[in-house]
Nanobody, 122 residues
Framework: QVQLVESGGGLVQAGGSLRLSCRASGRTFSVFSMGWFRQAPGKEREFVST????????YYAASLKGRFTISRDNAENTLYLQMNNLKPEDTALYYCAAGFFTSRVANNFAYWGQGTQVTVSS
């Protein structure tokens, strides 16, 4: 079992930046691959990014690559998502998730946080 708590969301103007954090507790964080997903009102949950347990391999949704950067600090049990040049269409509830391999598919992640809201104004 692992517990995940996201933070760092908020209201930002278009073109601004935010860094989301996801703090893990419980089982050893470093054994898990991690992912970020987001869900906008009225839309399905969508893949944002995923990272392997060591942080060596990262993958992004094609539309977000270049603006978002995923990273992790296994010593601090924390996952990050740096988001730059934010756009109104990035407005969503952002979730972190833990699983046993990198994946773009939400169902492949066993543990989820409660989410942190990101709102980008135009």
């Amino acid at each position: 079992q692992v517990q995940l708590v996201e933070s760092g969301g908020g209201l930002v103007q278009a073109g601004g930046s935010l860094r989301l954090s996801c703090r893990a507790s419980g089982r050893t964080f470093s054994v898990f691959s991690m992912g970020w997903f987001r869900q906008a009102p009225g839309k399905e949950r969508e893949f944002v990014s995923t990272i392997d347990s060591s942080g060596d391999r990262t993958y992004y949704a094609a539309s977000l690559k270049g603006r978002f950067t995923i990273s992790r600090d296994n010593a601090e049990n924390t996952l990050y998502l740096q988001m730059n040049n934010l756009k109104p269409e990035d407005t969503a509830l952002y979730y972190c998730a833990a699983g046993f391999f990198t994946s773009r598919v939400a169902n492949n992640f066993a543990y989820w946080g409660q989410g942190t809201q990101v709102t980008v104004s135009s």
